[in-house]
């Protein structure tokens, strides 16, 4: 069971107040102060409005000089005055009491933000912004934005809340095949977070799902709370976040250092805990369309019904290359379709159920019912191009809504065509709780995320921390770079199998210990600074007897430094590449990609959240096609694929439990062999500045 966090309530001043001051009001016409007064009178607030502003005191009997002539103490101050005069205002109202602010003006002076953030912080307030578009909930009828908006749109379940003001006012503004319930430009976010935003919109008992624009996560832990909350509650979260940018390559050490970007670090972020991640705004309105119905998939398969054959075809190749599956409807289903087309139409999924037109409007409702009572099916689609003032349409939208009240799985009207205007008949359509998606490919890539369902796990999965690390973080105490014979000894403490091995500071050494090996040998340098041995020539690989491992010792250490590293030859085996990143942001994640050589050359693989269990990290590596490689590819001996689960598994727990003082982890190769999985590297680079910690110098 996840850990429920409960919304800071103070954001209920913030939504749902019971007086709102809006401080700046105006009578010049099209102005900030004259629109916000406008539309926040005109849209249905039952609360009590006061206006603010000396010129006009006393105009009407709600608009006053002052915040302190109001009758009584605003919960929600909305300020909209000129930025020299912001500062002056946010002090206004905290000394009126207020519990909430929203501030328009952009305030773009680093420190003018800093000290509006000190004294709404130190009042223990909530605020909007500063350059914020303002805030709606459509069920309270607040709405505060000094933009025009339509006062029109009915309340719903779906949360939004976007970093981008822009973006929701072209939500809110046009979108009607959603229904809102709160939406919020959280501007700068200089005190409230979108994090803070999503956890009080999950505790709101109309909430069916929450949309996201996002630019940057201001707050990482409280967004991963949050997310987890989202998870447990069964909302779902999409969310479209751009600004994609890598990782400081040019200061990683190792190859997953140097690959992984962030947005592949908030992406698997999202993924651990069931977030949908979107490409465009589009995608995210069908997304949310779909989810605000409210309705689960009973099963993985979609089904779908058309007036079209060549539209038929298109859905087709579209679902197969977003990965969805169109359901296999049994005899019994097929025998009912049959019954109710007309002759010469085949019965199928997808089905295009249009002939003459003879009674069309029964055979559409009956042929949906029946897809949709097959126990393959999941989730229908009913696709024209829907469009308002046609009465064929309008016959079609009777047969959609009889169909819909005759199933509990979830039922959406698809245009195949995004632009067909169809505004009328989707707020009708709305209203008995079916959004109507415009666009067949958003339509698709929204049942995906609503058939694939990810299982979701929590984020810690209560790991005890090894009875080891502490004397292990001593040992890294004052260091950069962790020497490969030290990652060997970090590694088996957490089970990771490691070859025999010695560091050899002379010739004789080195000698000594490849005699005792039942295998060849490999002599590597054991210099510090020198990353990938490789590269500079440092690794001596099938070294048969003393002679051969004495000549390797004495040619690395001519060139490279007297520490040279010997160790046993590994069973041939296929080559892996595990590595450990621990974002600054979102903490430890372990990349598992084919390894050795070809870790830069194939771009596939995969990137889980630490820490994570031996299940996922078995599904994780199978998603991957190189896992044929360990199933016995081309008559190749089958190998330990439950191994490298294993390892994998174990470098996410030891990345966890050294997440303040480690920055990268990489083992590459990894063998895996039939029989095990066996680092044959250790790359460890050290957080700048760790201190360490324990009583324990070791290693």
């Not at 850990?3 to 019971?18: C, E, I, V």
């Not at 070294?543 to 000549?551: I, T």
Request: hydrophobic share 45%; with cysteine; net charge negative.
């Amino acid at each position: 069971m996840l850990k429920s966090l409960p919304s800071d309530s103070r954001l209920d001043a913030l939504f749902r107040p019971k007086t709102v001051a809006l401080v700046g009001v105006s009578d010049r016409p099209n102005s900030y102060g004259h629109t916000l007064d406008r539309i926040c009178r005109n849209a249905g607030f039952s609360g009590q409005i006061f206006g603010v502003n000396p010129r006009l005191s006393g105009r009407d009997t709600a608009t006053f000089a002052s915040l302190e002539e109001l009758p009584t103490p605003a919960d929600h101050v909305v300020i909209s005055v000129a930025t020299d005069r912001v500062e002056q205002a946010v002090e206004d109202a905290l000394s009126a009491g207020a519990a909430a602010l929203t501030v328009f003006a952009q305030c773009p002076d680093g420190s003018m933000r800093e000290r509006i953030s000190d004294a709404v912080k130190g009042a223990e307030a909530m605020l909007c912004g500063p350059n914020s578009m303002g805030l709606h909930d459509f069920h309270s009828g607040l709405r505060l934005t000094p933009f025009e908006v339509p006062l029109d749109r009915k309340p719903g379940g779906v949360g939004l809340i976007s970093q981008s003001g822009s973006v929701l006012g072209a939500l809110t503004n046009n979108g009607r095949c959603l229904q809102f319930s709160q939406a919020i430009s959280t501007g700068s976010e200089t005190v409230t977070t979108a994090a803070d935003y999503l956890a009080w919109m999950l505790e709101q008992p109309e909430t069916r799902c929450v949309g996201m624009f996002i630019e940057s996560v201001r707050d990482p832990e409280g967004f991963m709370n949050a997310m987890e909350q989202a998870a447990e509650r069964g909302i779902p979260v999409v969310i479209n976040k751009v600004g994609r940018s890598e990782l400081g390559a040019e200061l990683a050490m190792s190859h997953t250092g140097a690959i992984v970007g962030n947005d592949d670090i908030f992406r698997a972020a999202v993924s651990r805990f069931g977030g949908h991640l979107v490409a465009s705004i589009d995608e995210m309105a069908a997304l949310l369309a779909v989810f605000s119905q409210g309705r689960q998939a009973s099963a993985s398969g979609l089904a779908s019904i058309h007036d079209s054959g060549g539209e038929r075809e298109l859905i087709a190749d579209l679902a197969e290359a977003e990965g969805v599956e169109f359901a296999k409807l049994t005899a019994k289903t097929t025998a009912r379709i049959q019954a109710v087309l007309e002759d010469g139409i085949h019965a199928q999924n997808p089905l295009d159920a249009w002939g003459t037109g003879a009674g069309a409007e029964q055979s559409f409702e009956q042929a949906t019912v029946a897809m949709l009572e097959d126990q393959n099916v999941g989730l229908g689609f009913y696709v024209l191009n829907w469009r308002d003032k046609y009465d064929l349409h309008q016959m079609h939208e009777r047969a959609l809504k009889a169909a819909f009240s005759q199933t509990s799985k979830p039922l959406l009207a698809v245009s195949n065509f995004a632009l067909s205007r169809s505004d009328d008949m989707a707020d009708r359509l709305g209203d008995a709780g079916i959004p109507v998606i415009g666009g067949l490919q958003n339509a698709v890539i929204a049942a995906k995320a609503l058939l694939n369902k990810t299982p979701v796990t929590p984020r810690t999965l209560n790991v005890d921390i090894s009875t080891q690390a502490d004397k292990y973080r001593a040992a890294f105490k004052g260091k950069d770079w962790i020497s490969e014979a030290e990652g060997y000894a970090v590694f088996s403490a957490y089970g990771i199998c490691v070859p025999q091995h010695r560091v050899a500071k002379i010739r004789d050494d080195a000698i000594q210990f490849a005699q005792h090996l039942k295998r060849s040998a490999v002599c590597k340098t054991a210099m510090p600074g020198i990353y990938h041995k490789t590269d500079v020539g440092g690794i001596v690989l099938n070294l048969e007897n003393a002679a051969e491992v004495g000549a390797a010792y004495d040619a690395l250490s001519a060139r490279l430094g007297p520490n040279v590293l010997v160790a046993e030859m590994l069973p041939k085996g296929s080559e892996w590449s595990l590595g450990a990143i621990i974002d600054p942001d979102f903490g430890p994640f372990v990349r598992i990609a084919p390894g050795g050589t070809l870790v830069e050359l194939l771009p596939e693989s995969a990137l889980l959240m630490a820490p994570f269990t031996t299940a996922e990290a078995k599904a994780a590596i199978l998603s991957l096609r190189a896992s044929k490689l360990l199933q016995g590819y081309r008559g190749a001996p089958v190998q330990d694929l439950s191994a490298l689960a294993d390892a994998s598994a174990a470098l996410s727990r030891m990345a966890w439990d050294f997440r303040d003082c480690l920055s990268e982890i990489e083992i590459n190769p990894m063998i895996v062999s039939e029989t095990a999985a066996t680092a044959a590297d250790a790359v460890i680079h050290t957080k700048k500045n760790h201190q360490g910690g324990g009583q324990h110098e070791v290693l």
